[in-house]
């Protein structure tokens, strides 16, 4: 019977108490974040996703520019 422990600690989400609990937590998180970057360049190629992108980011800046512009006096 090998007795030695696994190069490989168990990371799932078993023993609270566990020194490699917390890592379940930050692979999860960088999955996510994968799959966060995957779905917004997916979107990019996305001919109607692009315009969609691009004319949400314009009426932002244009509102963003506006309360500037207005607190600077502008207008």
């Known amino acids: 019977m ?8 168990n990371l799932d ?10 890592f379940a937590e ?6 996510d974040n994968r799959i966060m970057e995957y779905r917004i360049k997916k979107s990019w190629a996305d001919p109607w996703g ?5 004319a949400v980011l314009l009426v932002i800046a244009a509102g963003f520019a506006f309360l500037a512009g207005t607190s600077a ?3």
Not at 13 to 22: I, N, T, V, Y
Not at 50 to 54: Q, S
């Open 50 to 54: 692009r315009k969609l992108t691009i």
């Open 73 to 75: 006096g502008l207008w």
């Open 13 to 22: 989400r078993g023993d609270p108490a566990s020194p490699w609990s917390g």
């Open 26 to 31: 930050v692979s999860e998180a960088i999955r």
């Open 2 to 9: 090998d007795t030695r422990k696994s190069e490989h600690p």
